[in-house]
């Protein structure tokens, strides 16, 4: 089971807004990247409490599933030395508009 580090709910203009627990244990927001210009930057931008911005996240698509995912890059010295990696996932058992941030270790 993925470990979640925090939960976050859908608004109606497509922003993602919740809590996260680790490191920084602050309200955060990942909001589409309207300034996005070409492929490389990410579709979405989180920003965390007074932190500012803290990552960025990128519209994937799952290998078996074929289904679209956000995959996040976070980075902020109160989170730690080393990027962390996630994915936003929808929570069983609601009406698809809360989404966990599960980690996502990399090799």
């Known amino acids: 089971m993925a470990q979640a580090l925090g939960y976050v709910s859908q608004n109606e203009d497509g922003n993602f ?12 927001r990942i909001a589409p990247n309207e300034a996005k210009t070409h492929d490389k930057q990410p579709d979405f931008r989180i920003y965390a409490g007074n932190h500012g911005e ?22 902020h010295p109160m989170i730690g030395p080393r990027k962390v990696y996630a994915n936003l996932g929808r929570v069983n058992d ?14």
Do not use: C, H
């Not at 803290?54 to 980075?75: H, P, Q």
């Open 17 to 28: 807004e919740g809590v996260l627990a680790m490191g920084l244990n602050t309200r955060v």
């Open 54 to 75: 803290i990552g960025g996240g990128w519209t994937r698509v799952g290998k078996a599933s074929g289904k679209e995912y956000i995959s996040l890059t976070l980075a």
């Open 94 to 107: 609601t009406d698809g508009e809360e989404f966990a941030i599960l980690w996502n270790p990399q090799d």
